[in-house]
């Protein structure tokens, strides 16, 4: 109904918001704990989860193939002198050149 979705687009609003302004005054703090507090291993742990699953929402065991694969070439290029900044470029493209392959 109307009301419903009213409702959610200005808690979605006033969340934001709300959200952004707390991060904007506490940023700095909140940066010192992470670094301080939290190992570099289980961020990269957690940056590992979404982008599995991330990846088996997406296309599911064949997409959590595909991200390993991507970022074994990845890797293999990146050792052999390959930008990072190209690789990121290639992989934002990716999409757009299958679909002109396709």
Known sequence: TPTIMLVTIYATIFAA???YFILIK???Q???FVFKKVPAEALYAIFLA????????D?????????ILVGLISA??????V?????????????????LLF
């Open 17 to 19: 918001f709300l959200a």
């Open 26 to 28: 506490y940023s700095k």
């Open 30 to 32: 909140l940066t010192r």
């Open 50 to 57: 979404i982008v599995l699953v991330l990846a088996y929402n």
């Open 59 to 67: 296309a599911g065991i064949a997409g959590i193939f595909g991200s």
């Open 76 to 81: 293999t290029f990146v050792r052999n002198g």
């Open 83 to 99: 930008s990072i900044g190209i690789l990121f470029m290639v992989l934002v493209a990716a999409p757009y050149l299958v679909g």
